[in-house]
């Protein structure tokens, strides 16, 4: 079952009649991404892109979801305006497939029937990246905004009902606020004023809201496991035991190597492979290379990647996707500290591994250390 106003249809119409691509960002998205160093992010009803375009003008690498190709219209143009690259996709965010890990997953004012926002929220809680956020912003069920309907009532929230609905994720926050300063309404009943101002800020009154923070923790999913390995190389083996790698030894390699392999696909299938410089920050490692060279045109058609140190005693092998990663000042001051040499401001052409599984052992202690995670 849907609301009456959880249609294609519906939001299509609505977005229609209004005559300016507005909500710009809002008020609880500052608050909650405002000081996050900028990664992968995707927003769930995206509507006309307010909070996706913001996100992207602070370094986010955002993907923007909604259901009505004319909201996604509006957002592209809203993205060009401003210059800067969001991927719109046109997609119920219901049964919606997040595409890899994502440190923020956003959602403001989609209004679900309860069982759809459930499915949508578990779908955006296995898509969150170790260490990633879920922010969900709705009309809450104490304070229902005018001309709602008594059946739509159903769609509005609890910070309860929602925390409940984030399987497995710390909560960080979960109340009831009174009205965000920035948020343009986009309801039934309200439209748009032609001679709205791009550059003031929306000053709606929403009523009560829900908003409701979930954070994946970063440990859990550093649990050492033993690899598959063939019967006769022994891991598993009783008579040895497990002695598991700990992950902070992987990381003390990891940030303190000088040289990295990291393995791409050609686009004829067969291997490649290079030697690289690269920095362990923010639990994933990082190096740049040039945008024309082979790993990187292999990385366009193809992300997965293995990445692995020199040593063949302390062994560790770590395996993922690459993608593009804004060149921090954290990263660029550990890289140039570690090899000499200045990058510049903005350097481009810097990828971060995406972990997702890893590996490591002693040579001389084999059966007994090798260790694997999987995120
Ligand atoms: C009230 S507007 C909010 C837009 C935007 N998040 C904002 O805060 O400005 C709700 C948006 O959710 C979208 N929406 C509603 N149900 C959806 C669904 N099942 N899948 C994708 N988008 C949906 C609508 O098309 C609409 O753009």
């Not at 459930?118 to 709705?138: K, T």
């Not at 040289?259 to 639990?283: E, K």
């Not at 690459?322 to 990263?331: G, H, Q, R």
Request: net charge negative; glycine share 8%.
């Amino acid at each position: 079952m849907r609301s009456d106003t959880d249609t294609v249809e519906f939001w299509n119409d609505t977005w229609s009649t209004m005559g300016h691509t507005f909500s710009d960002y809002d008020q609880a998205l500052m608050d909650c991404a405002g000081n996050l160093e900028p990664g992968r992010a995707l927003d769930l009803g995206c509507g006309s892109g307010g909070n996706a375009v913001w996100l992207a003008e602070r370094g986010w690498q955002v993907t923007g979801v909604d259901f009505s190709d004319v909201a996604i219209e509006k957002a592209r143009i809203r993205a060009a305006d401003k210059r800067v690259e969001v991927e719109f996709v046109v997609s119920d965010a219901t049964v919606y497939r997040p595409d890899g890990l994502y440190d923020l997953i956003t959602s403001f004012y989609i209004h679900l029937w309860p069982e759809h926002r459930a499915r949508m929220l578990a779908n955006a809680a296995r898509a969150l990246a170790p260490g990633g956020r879920i922010l969900f912003v709705s009309h809450d069920k104490s304070s229902p905004p005018s001309g709602w309907s008594r059946k739509d009532l159903e769609s509005l929230t609890t910070p309860d009902e929602v925390a409940a609905e984030l399987p497995g994720l710390r909560i960080e926050r979960a109340q009831v606020v009174e009205e965000f300063a920035a948020h343009a309404e986009c309801r039934p009943g309200h439209e748009e004023t032609e001679d709205h101002d791009d550059h003031e800020p929306d000053l709606h009154f929403h009523g009560a809201t829900t908003v409701v923070i979930g954070v994946k923790d970063k440990t859990e999913s550093h649990v050492p496991d033993r690899p598959q390995m063939p019967a006769g190389y022994g891991v598993g083996d009783p008579q040895y035991g497990f002695e598991p790698i700990q992950w902070s030894w992987v990381v003390e390699r990891m940030t303190d190597a000088r040289n990295y392999w990291v393995a791409t696909t050609r686009a004829d299938g067969s291997p490649h492979l290079s030697p690289v410089w690269g920095v362990w920050h923010g639990d994933a490692f990082h190096f740049f290379t040039d945008e024309d060279s082979f790993k990187a045109r292999n990385i366009r058609r193809d992300p997965r990647a293995v990445v692995h140190l020199e040593s063949g005693d302390e062994v560790v092998v770590m395996e993922g996707t690459l993608e593009s990663a804004v060149a921090t000042p954290d990263i660029l001051s550990a890289y140039e500290s570690k090899y000499g040499v200045s990058l510049g401001h903005e350097p481009e052409g810097l990828y971060r591994l995406r972990l997702s599984k890893a590996l490591a052992w002693l040579e001389s202690d084999f059966p007994k250390t090798a260790t694997r995670w999987r995120f």
